[in-house]
Structures are given as structure tokens and as C-alpha cells.
């Protein structure tokens, strides 16, 4: 056996080391989340009001919150960073302005969660007069998801061939005929795939939210989006820190977790059956 040969089993074994460990992690973590969670988790945990200063009954006010905070921001980021992604990919001038604006939203991407709750407190909070309120929150949500979703799109955009876009052209269709019949449906589920990944973030982040949207108990739902909101990644952070009963929060915190978990999970295997079957029916 000779060293090139040696050196590849090696890196493949250190490789293999690493995903046998990550996969570990993530088996411990699942396992310990199902223990602690399983034995709270039911119908009326999950639909039922929080009672007794959230240390009895459920928590279908912070699964509503949670609900409508990132319902909201997607219905606001989407077509933005779709627009977005569109012109930085085919219309982007001149050149220097295209860079400054990906650095920009590259930097937002990389960017502290809790920084995006601070802007939100101080733009949309106090400067707009909003308040700690649903609109707020999702607001600064949507700012949250926005590079996630830019850099989704205009990756899928550039991934369709260029010949797709020249044969529209040369058939006569305009540019902008051609990015929405062509470009984009054959894009779309690459989009799809990162907008749903975007989704199951927006709805695990607490950090944002502290600031311009959520509510420590509450149980009531929203009537409007001036109402501030319960919503879970809080919801499990205020059973951990506050409160005076331990023995009672703690359970529904891990429940409130598995809910939340349980959520993004389904989030993501959505994302992966939308795209299955967007591709299957286009080979049909």
C-alpha cells in the first residue's frame, strides 16, 4: 500500500469518525428531548390553554403565536428576497453596487440573531411607534430571514443552464418573460427548499422576538397584529428562568420543546417532499 493510497483511508476513516460523532450527538440529544418531552405531550398539552401561571394546562396560545409571528414573516421576505435575488442575478448594475449589496446581505446572514432583536426594539418598536406586537416581531423576522432566503434564490437562479434562457430569447420572448416562465419555474424548487428551511429557523428563534413580540403569559390570542404574542422558543426560555415552581415548569418546558422540535422537523421533511415532487412531475 502505497502513501497516497494510505493517506485517503485515512482522511475517509477521520471523515467517518466525525459523522459517526455528529450523528451520535444529535441521537443523545433526540433521545433525551423524547424522554423528557413525551411524558407531558398530548392533545389537550398542545390545544389547551397555560393556567395556574403557566405551571398548568397547555400551550396552544404560544403554538398560535409562533404560528401567525412566522406566517408573517415569510409573507413579507419571500417575495422581497425573491425580488431581490432577481435583479442581483439578471439585472444587477453596475457591478460595484452588486457586490456592496452582497456583502451586505452576506454580513446580515452571519449576523448575531439578538443583534436583529435590538434593531427591531429600536426601529420598529420605538422609532415607528409599533410596540411590542405582533407586527414588530414579524418585521424584524422577516428582516432575519431575508438574506436566507436572497441567497436560496439567486443560488437557484444561477443553477439554471443558460441555455434554457437563450432558447427563450432566441424564440422571441422578452427578458422578463423569460425569467418568469422560464428561469424561475425551473428554479422554483431550489427556492422552495431554502424558503421552508428559512421558515423552520424564523420559528426556532427567541432572541428577536424578546424584544418586539412576545409576551410572558398570556391566555388569549391575538385579535389583531397591535397584540403582543406568546410564542414557544419564549415561552420555553420564561419556564426555564422564571418562575417559582421548578418541579411543574420544567416538564413543560421539554414538552414545549418537543413541540417546537416536532415542528421544525416537519417544516424541514416538507421542504424535502416539495421538491420530490416538483421534480418528479417535471420528469413526467
Partial sequence: MNKRTLNNYLGIGILAAFLLMTIGFLVVFLVRMFYKGLPVLSLNFIFRNPREAMTAGGIFPAVAGTFWLTSL???????????????????????????????????????????????????????????????????????????????????????????????????????????????????????LTGTIISIGRVAGETAPIMFTAATFYSRRLPHNITDEVMALPYHIYALMTEGTKPEAQVPIAYGTALVLLLMVLTISAGAVAIRFSIRRKRKW
Wanted: proline fraction near 6%; charge should be positive.
Fill in 73 to 191: 414573516a415569510i409573507l413579507v421576505a419571500f417575495p422581497l428576497g425573491v425580488l431581490t435575488a432577481i435583479y442581483l442575478s439578471q439585472y444587477g448594475k453596475p457591478r460595484w453596487l452588486v457586490r456592496t449589496v452582497k456583502v451586505a446581505i452576506n454580513t446580515l446572514a452571519g449576523t448575531p440573531s439578538i443583534i436583529f432583536g435590538l434593531f427591531g426594539m429600536a426601529v420598529f418598536v420605538n422609532l415607528m411607534g409599533f410596540d411590542v406586537s405582533l407586527l414588530s416581531g414579524s418585521l424584524t423576522l422577516a428582516i432575519l430571514a431575508m438574506p436566507m432566503i436572497i441567497n436560496a434564490t439567486e443560488e437557484a437562479i444561477r443553477g439554471v443552464p443558460n441555455d434554457f434562457s437563450e432558447a427563450s430569447l432566441a424564440l422571441g420572448a422578452t427578458k422578463r418573460q423569460t425569467i418568469m416562465k422560464v428561469v424561475l419555474p425551473t428554479a422554483l424548487p431550489s427556492i
